[in-house]
C-alpha cells in the first residue's frame, strides 16, 4: 500500500473497526471516479466539470492578496437575471482584484435555516442559478462551499427513504429512546434534541441538534461517511476550492460524553484533509466550530486525542482554516467599552500558528455575533452588559440549552454597522468612523480576512425580515435589490456609499503589502486602554508594519518615551502605507483614527 493509502486505511480502521478495509476500497474508487471525470471534463451525470490547473503539492495556499467576501447567492438581486450571475458580476465590478475570493452560503435545494437544511447537495437552488453559475464564479475567485454533513433536510430522499425503511437512507439517522439521558450533550439551541417522527414503524425520536427540520446524520454508518465524500469529490469537480466544514464539531456522538469533539470527529477531518491532499493539493478545509478559543483551534489537529485514536502526526493534519471566533465578540466589546486590555491579553495569548495553518478573521457573517467563545476572556457582568448594549441597538439574542436545564445566550443578532452605533453611553456621532476602525483591526491581524456582504454595505438591521421569517438570524440576512444598492453607492452622501469605498481602499492598500501575509509574524504592543498597537513582521529584508488603533471617542496620546509603543515609534523611520509619504510623528491620535506605518528596517 502507499503512504497515502495506509493512512486512509489508519483513520478509516479507527472509525470502523474491521470494517476499515472495506470501507477504504470503497473510498479508492470514489477517487478513482474522480481522476476519471476530471480526464473526461464530465461527471457521471453528464455534469460539465470545472477548468481548474493542478496546482503543485508545494505551492503557497495564500498570500497577503487573499481577501475573501461571504455572500448568499442572491443577497443582491436584478429582475430575472440569475442571483449567482448579478453578486458574480456585483463582486467584478465593484471589487475586482481587491478580493480573491468568495463564500457563497448553501446554494442547494433547502427547506429552512436559508439554505443549512439541504434537500439535494448535487443540485443548485434553481432560483440562484446552476452548476455553470457555479462555475463561472469560480473561475474568478477561489470559491468557498459549504459541506453541510451534520444533519439534512426533513425533504431529503434520504429521509424519505428512512420513513419508508428503505435503502440508502434507512439506516442514516440515528434513534434514541426518549427516556435516555441526554442532559451532558453540548447544546447550541434551546430546542428538544430529540423529535418524535411518524414512520410506518411507528413514532420514533431522532437525533437534532439544530431543529425539527435538521435531522443529524449517522456517521457510524460507512455508507453516510461515503456519500460525503463523493459529495466533496463532486464539489471539488465544480470548481470549489475551499471546503467548509459545517457545525463539524456535533458530527460524532456517543451517549454518556457532551458529543462535541469526540476524537471521531477529528479523525473525520483528518481523513477529508488527506483526501484533498492527495487528489486536490491547493484545496483548503475550513472548520466552522463557534466554541471557545481553545477548543476552537484544536481542529488544527495538534492536540492528542482520546484513548483509542489513532497515533497523532507531529504537524497539523486536519483543517488548514479556522474561524477566528473570539475576535468579534472581543471587537464589539472593545469598541463600545473603549478599552483594549481584554483585546491585548487575548492576542498576546495566541500560539503560535502551525506551518500551512490560518486563521479566518471576520467581523459578522450571516449568523450572529457568537457568545461561547467569550468564556474564560470576559467577566459575566462585561458580557451581560454587551448583550444589553445590543438589546438597546436594535438586536436580539438567541439562546441555548444547558445541562441543567437553564439557558443561556448563544450568539447577538444585529447587523455590524448597527452595532456600532455607540458606547455603553448610548448612540453618538462616531459610528461610521467605529465602524471603520473595527474592520480595520480586523483586517491587520494574522490570517485570511473575510468580510461580509453586509459589512461592504453597512446594512441597517433588518427587522421586517425578522417578522417574515420568524427567525432573529434574519435581521442580517437583508436581500438588496441591486438598482437600490447603485443608487447608495453612487451617493456621496450615504453610509453605504462612505463605508463601501472606504472598505475598498482599505483592501486595495492590504492586498499590496507582504507584512499582510498570513504567516508574517504579530505582536500586541503594551499600550494604554485606549490605544490597541500591533506589529507585523519583521519579514526577512527587515520589513515591518505598525498599526496603531483609537479605539475611543477622545484623542488618544501616543505616550511617553519610555512605553513600547513610543520605542517601537522610534526605532524605525515610519511612511503611511496609503502613499508611502513620511508619517510625522502625532502626539496623539484622533478618536478612532486607524495608522498604517510600514518600514524597510534599520
Known amino acids: 500500500m502507499t503512504l497515502f493509502e495506509q493512512t486512509l486505511h489508519r483513520y478509516l480502521t479507527h472509525l470502523y473497526g474491521h470494517r476499515g478495509g472495506e470501507v477504504t476500497r470503497r473510498i479508492k474508487q470514489h477517487l478513482e471516479y474522480y481522476r476519471n471525470a476530471r480526464e473526461r471534463g464530465e461527471s457521471q451525470d453528464g455534469t460539465p466539470v470545472a477548468r481548474v490547473t493542478s496546482t503543485p503539492a508545494d505551492a503557497p495556499l495564500w498570500s497577503e492578496k487573499d481577501q475573501w467576501v461571504i455572500s448568499y447567492g442572491d443577497s443582491i438581486v436584478q429582475g430575472d437575471t440569475a442571483p449567482l450571475t448579478v453578486l458574480s458580476d456585483f463582486l467584478r465590478a465593484r471589487l475586482g482584484d481587491c478580493i480573491s475570493g468568495v463564500h457563497v452560503l448553501p446554494f442547494f435545494p433547502w427547506s429552512s435555516d436559508d439554505g443549512f437544511s439541504v434537500i439535494h447537495y448535487r443540485e443548485v437552488n434553481p432560483a440562484l442559478g446552476d ?153 483548503l478545509l475550513i472548520t466552522e466550530t463557534n466554541v471557545p478559543h ?163 454595505t453597512g446594512s441597517l438591521n433588518d427587522h421586517e425580515g425578522v417578522e417574515r421569517s420568524g427567525r432573529l438570524r434574519s435581521i442580517n440576512r437583508h436581500r438588496w435589490s441591486l438598482d437600490e444598492l447603485d443608487l447608495l453607492l453612487e451617493s456621496p452622501t450615504t453610509p453605504t456609499h462612505d463605508i463601501f469605498f472606504a472598505l475598498q481602499e482599505f483592501l486595495r492598500q492590504r492586498r499590496i503589502e507582504p507584512c499582510f501575509h498570513p504567516a508574517a509574524a504579530q505582536q500586541v504592543l503594551a499600550t494604554p486602554d485606549n490605544l490597541l498597537a500591533i506589529n507585523r513582521g519583521p519579514l526577512e529584508d527587515g520589513r515591518t508594519l505598525l498599526a496603531l488603533f483609537n479605539v475611543t471617542d477622545q484623542p488618544a496620546p501616543l505616550g511617553d518615551g519610555g512605553s513600547e509603543l513610543a520605542q517601537a515609534l522610534d526605532a524605525h523611520q515610519w511612511r503611511l502605507l496609503a502613499d508611502a509619504t513620511p508619517w510625522t510623528p502625532e502626539n496623539a491620535l484622533p478618536p478612532y483614527a486607524v495608522r498604517w506605518l510600514v518600514s524597510d528596517g534599520g
Open 131 to 283: 452548476w455553470s453559475h457555479i462555475r463561472e464564479l469560480a473561475s474568478h475567485f477561489d470559491l468557498m462551499g459549504d459541506l453541510v454533513l451534520n444533519h439534512v433536510s426533513r425533504e431529503s430522499l434520504w429521509f424519505v427513504d428512512y420513513l419508508t425503511g428503505s435503502l440508502p437512507g434507512r439506516d442514516f439517522f440515528i434513534e434514541v429512546d426518549p427516556e435516555t439521558d441526554v442532559s451532558q450533550v453540548t447544546r447550541p439551541r434551546s430546542s428538544p434534541l430529540l423529535v418524535p417522527v411518524a414512520t410506518r414503524r411507528g413514532t420514533r425520536h431522532l437525533w437534532a441538534t439544530f431543529s425539527d427540520d435538521q435531522i443529524d446524520l449517522n456517521f457510524e454508518n460507512p455508507d453516510v461517511l461515503l456519500e460525503f465524500v463523493g459529495i466533496l469529490l463532486f464539489y471539488l469537480l465544480q470548481g470549489i476550492r475551499i471546503i467548509r466544514l459545517d457545525a463539524v464539531a456535533f458530527l460524532w456522538k456517543r451517549l454518556g460524553t457532551n458529543c462535541i469533539h469526540l476524537p471521531e470527529t477529528h479523525t473525520v477531518v483528518r481523513l477529508l484533509r488527506a483526501i484533498v491532499d492527495e487528489i486536490a493539493p491547493g484545496t
Open 294 to 456: 481553545a477548543e476552537n483551534i484544536s481542529y488544527f489537529g495538534l492536540d492528542r486525542l482520546a484513548p483509542g485514536a489513532p497515533e497523532r502526526a507531529s504537524a497539523a493534519d486536519e483543517a488548514h482554516m479556522v474561524y477566528q471566533f473570539a475576535l468579534p465578540p472581543l471587537l464589539l466589546h472593545t469598541l463600545t467599552r473603549g478599552e483594549t486590555a481584554t483585546m491585548q491579553a487575548w492576542l498576546a495569548s495566541l500560539p503560535p500558528l502551525p506551518d500551512n495553518c490560518t486563521y479566518l478573521n471576520f467581523t459578522a457573517s450571516h449568523d450572529g455575533i457568537g457568545v461561547r467563545p467569550l468564556e474564560g476572556l470576559l467577566p459575566d457582568h462585561e458580557r451581560d452588559a454587551l448583550l444589553e448594549l445590543m438589546h438597546r441597538f436594535g438586536g436580539f439574542v438567541s439562546m441555548r440549552s444547558n445541562p441543567d436545564g437553564t439557558d443561556t445566550a448563544y450568539e447577538i443578532n444585529i447587523t455590524w454597522f448597527e452595532a456600532m452605533r455607540g458606547t455603553r453611553r448610548g448612540p453618538d456621532p462616531w459610528q461610521i468612523a467605529r465602524f471603520l476602525c473595527s474592520q480595520a483591526i480586523m483586517l491587520t491581524l494574522q490570517g485570511i480576512p473575510a468580510l461580509y456582504i453586509h459589512t461592504l
